[in-house]
């Protein structure tokens, strides 16, 4: 099955600093690629997505990147603020299936 | 939209007890997800649905896990007996369906499941 690998798993940026979450997926086919974010005893909530006939998409200050060839993903968010920090998970969608594979989150801590 | 509902949101109970978690997901739904979060093992899917049907259990743990959706707008996952590792967050999560624009996943606030 779908394999996801998240690095890194923890990130400390200073404020205004960028932060990169990088994640690789083993299935060829999967074709989508959603990042959700969790904040603290909170529930994990989409932030982005990006299915596989697109190489980039932004939204603000949240930006995602796919190389199909190389199989990753990774997810950039500029000018960092403190509610930015929060924890980060990855997921794949295999082509044949309608299950998320989720890498195994990335926590960001944002100082002020 | 209430969004996807689960009860209880905090479960304590005793080792050897039947739980039973409740989940309704978002109207005009036809998938239902169910996970588990725990820090060693992050985020799992245990089970999921399509309008009402079990597709693939492979998640589930073991034998004590069983879920149910009886309608299109209500879900069970129970545990029997219950054991202390399996303590976890479980999340409902539920989907429109499986167009381009309808694969995002909605999860609910979760249930925090403590096994004494």
């Known amino acids: 099955g779908e394999n996801v690998e998240q690095h890194p798993s923890t990130l400390s940026v200073q404020e205004g600093d960028s932060a990169v979450i990088k994640c690789t997926y083993s299935?060829?086919?999967?074709?989508?690629f959603p990042w959700y974010k969790q904040e603290l005893g909170k529930r994990p909530q989409l932030i982005i997505d990006i299915r596989s006939n697109v190489g980039e998409k932004k939204d603000q200050r949240i930006a995602v990147t796919l190389n199909k060839t190389a199989k990753h993903f990774s997810l950039h968010i500029t000018e960092t603020q403190p509610e930015d920090s929060a924890v980060y998970f990855c997921a794949a969608k295999g082509a044949a299936g309608n299950k998320l594979t989720f890498g195994g989150g990335t926590r960001v801590l944002v100082k002020p | 939209d209430a969004g996807v509902i689960q009860s209880p949101r905090h479960e304590v109970t005793e080792m050897g007890q039947e739980v039973t978690l409740r989940c309704k997901p978002i109207?005009?739904?036809?998938?239902l997800f169910w996970y588990r979060q725990t820090m060693m093992r992050g985020l799992e899917l245990l089970i999921y649905f399509n309008n009402n049907v079990p597709i693939d259990d492979s998640g589930m743990p073991e034998d004590r896990f069983s879920a149910k959706m009886p309608n299109a707008s209500f879900s069970t996952l129970k545990i029997q007996p219950s054991e202390p590792r399996d303590s976890a967050v479980y999340f409902c999560?539920?989907?429109?369906?499986?167009?381009?624009?309808?694969?995002?996943?909605?999860f609910g606030p979760g249930t925090r499941l403590l096994v004494l």
């Open positions: 999560a539920s989907r429109a369906g499986t167009g381009d624009h309808q694969e995002t996943q909605y």
């Open positions: 109207s005009g739904h036809d998938y």
């Open positions: 299935d060829s086919a999967s074709n989508y």
